[in-house]
């Protein structure tokens, strides 16, 4: 114990995490991701049983925009962020990162169709090719658990501003030992069919059950918020949907003193 608090061997849990799934991660995530862009969307809404919007725009509500920041959505995707931000607080500079190539260009047209501006980088998010102090607010949505987070979490950190506000949202592992046995079996159904209806690629295929142990052996909402801490953080707070299953965490940059 230290201070009252559980201490998490965070370091030792992303070598696990790493050594997993590096293979997945390395090789074959990019031809998943080429497959799902142009449908990745409409299957996020089947998945969900239609709660996609809601799990959205409960993410957006806890995102604090103050007029003229400049953002950052980290592994963007398809905007759908970048775009709600911008439907929020019109004046924003807004910046996307992925890796994903077809992803950015599925984002890029859907920001283009209703009159906003994202200016896209592609490329590794463990290395963020922004210089320090940059950003007013950085988000990362629904990618976690592809990534090194701790790494990512301590880059998204050296770009943002002091008193700069961090906004993550993912999918992560209920407390509940029968919740969690509940949300696997709910995903792994799931997967099949949404790969059935949208007629997923061979690479999307052999990933179905990479996304359920990669959720696994993730973050509980209670961990995130002390590896947040962990890596220097502060004002950390978080909020749950669904038993746990989907979790929403704030947390701010240290102002200089």
Same mark, same amino acid.
């Given at each position: 114990m230290a201070n009252g608090q559980h201490v998490i061997p965070f370091t030792a849990r992303e070598e696990d995490r790493e050594y997993r799934f590096k293979q997945v991660w390395t090789n074959e995530l990019d031809d998943v991701f080429a497959d799902v862009a142009k449908y990745y969307d409409r299957a996020n809404h089947?998945?969900? +049983?239609? +709660?996609? !919007?809601?799990?959205? !725009?409960?993410? &957006?509500?806890?995102?604090? &925009?103050?007029?003229?920041q400049r953002a950052l959505d980290v592994c963007a995707g398809t905007n759908a962020i970048g775009i709600a931000m911008l439907r929020k607080q019109p004046d924003l500079e807004v910046w996307a990162m992925d890796r994903s190539e077809a992803m950015q260009e599925v984002g890029g047209k859907l920001a283009a169709k209703q009159g906003f501006k994202i200016k896209s980088v592609i490329g590794d998010v463990h290395t963020l090719p922004f210089p320090d102090n940059h950003f007013d607010v950085v988000t990362l949505q629904y990618a976690?658990?592809?990534?090194?987070i701790m790494d990512v979490c301590k880059e998204v950190k050296r770009v943002l501003k002091p008193g700069g506000h961090f906004y993550h949202c993912d999918m992560l592992r209920p407390d509940n030992k029968v919740v969690e046995w509940l949300y696997y079996t709910y995903l792994r159904a799931c997967l099949s069919f949404t790969a059935l209806i949208f007629r997923s690629s061979p690479a999307a295929l052999n990933c179905r059950e990479y996304f359920i142990n990669a959720l696994r052996m993730f973050y509980s909402a209670d961990e995130f918020s002390h590896l947040l801490r962990d890596v220097g953080f502060q004002n950390v707070s978080s909020k749950t949907l669904l038993y746990g299953m989907v979790g929403f965490h704030k947390a701010v940059k240290e102002e200089k003193s």
């Open positions: 089947v998945a969900s +049983l239609g +709660l996609w !919007n809601w799990f959205r !725009n409960s993410f &957006l509500a806890t995102i604090d &925009l103050q007029p003229k976690s658990r592809h990534l090194r």
